[in-house]
Nanobody, 124 residues
Framework: QVQLVESGGGSVQAGGSLRLSCAASGRTFSIYAMGWFRQAPGREREFVTAITRSGGNTYYADSVKGRFTISRDNAKNTVYLQMNSLKPEDTALYYC?????????????????WGQGTQVTVSS
């Protein structure tokens, strides 16, 4: 079992930045690949980015590539999402998720553990 708690969400103006954190507890954090997803009202949950359990490989949705950066600190059991150049269309509830194994996937159903989410609101 892994428990995930997101933090760092908030309200910013377009062009601003936020850094989300996801703290994990429970089983050894380093055995899980991690992902960030988001869900806006009335829309399906969508993949944002993911990172392998070692942190050596990352993958981004086209919509955030070049603006968002995922990283992890296995010593602190934490994964981060640095979000720069935010746009109003980035407004959503952001979730972190964990799956056992080395590699990441982009489909939400491939992840076993989920946090409760943290709200990000970007105004124009």
């Amino acid at each position: 079992q892994v428990q995930l708690v997101e933090s760092g969400g908030g309200s910013v103006q377009a062009g601003g930045s936020l850094r989300l954190s996801c703290a994990a507890s429970g089983r050894t954090f380093s055995i899980y690949a991690m992902g960030w997803f988001r869900q806006a009202p009335g829309r399906e949950r969508e993949f944002v980015t993911a990172i392998t359990r070692s942190g050596g490989n990352t993958y981004y949705a086209d919509s955030v590539k070049g603006r968002f950066t995922i990283s992890r600190d296995n010593a602190k059991n934490t994964v981060y999402l640095q979000m720069n150049s935010l746009k109003p269309e980035d407004t959503a509830l952001y979730y972190c998720a964990a799956r056992y194994g080395t590699y990441y996937y982009t489909a939400p159903e491939q992840y076993t553990y989920w946090g409760q989410g943290t709200q990000v609101t970007v105004s124009s």
